[in-house]
């Protein structure tokens, strides 16, 4: 015999029958949940797999200028628009350095930053020096350290001339783990 049923038990309600309207916003919700999904993954998948398609560092020769642009023994800063960059970049894109003219028509190419925290160093015409604004490094016109806190002379870049034309090997910012010859020299 069933025992009789108890005055707080309850019978499952029968879910509501869907409805076409009910039908439509349960689609649309799903479809907003899928373009979130996507806006968030197509960036990350990208990023992701973006290292794949880059070029490799070691084949970009950059032209700064014709030999004529650099006056002879003379320092002039310049910019040159890094290569591993994208068009979103902008302004923070384009490295400046610093190309010395040498007689028999050698180039030096310094980086900017002083090699003790990394300031922007300044070049000054008369008195033939780089000097630091932040801790007061100073640096001769060849790069090589004359005084205060910096460690060693100024970074040098890989420079070449090409057909009258000055080149750097760009993207590459020499270090102190990551020197190149120029830099032994
Ligand atoms: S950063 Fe140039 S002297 Fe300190």
């Known amino acids: 015999m069933n025992p009789p049923p108890s005055e707080h038990s309850h019978t499952p309600e029968k879910a509501p029958p869907m409805t076409r309207r009910n039908m439509f916003l349960f689609g649309a919700g799903a479809a907003l949940n899928a373009i979130g999904v996507a806006m968030l993954a197509i960036p990350l998948v990208g990023f992701v797999f ?31 628009r890094n290569p591993f960059t994208r068009p979103w970049d902008g302004e923070t894109a384009d490295i400046p350095c610093y190309v010395r003219h040498l007689p028999g028509d050698k180039f030096q190419i310094f980086a900017v930053n ?12 008369e008195s033939e020096l780089f000097m630091c604004p932040c801790h007061g490094g100073v640096y001769y016109s060849d790069g090589s350290r004359a005084s205060g806190p910096p460690p060693r002379g100024l970074f040098k870049y890989r420079a070449k001339v090409e057909n009258g034309l000055v080149q750097i090997k760009g993207g590459y910012l020499p270090t102190l783990s990551n020197p190149t010859e120029e830099d032994r020299t």
């Open 50 to 80: 973006s290292s794949f398609f880059r070029k490799t560092i070691s084949s970009d020769w950059i032209t700064l200028g014709k030999i004529d642009d650099f006056p002879l023994e003379q320092t002039r800063l310049t910019i040159y």
């Open 114 to 125: 002083c090699t003790h925290l990394g300031c922007p160093v300044r070049w000054f015409e």
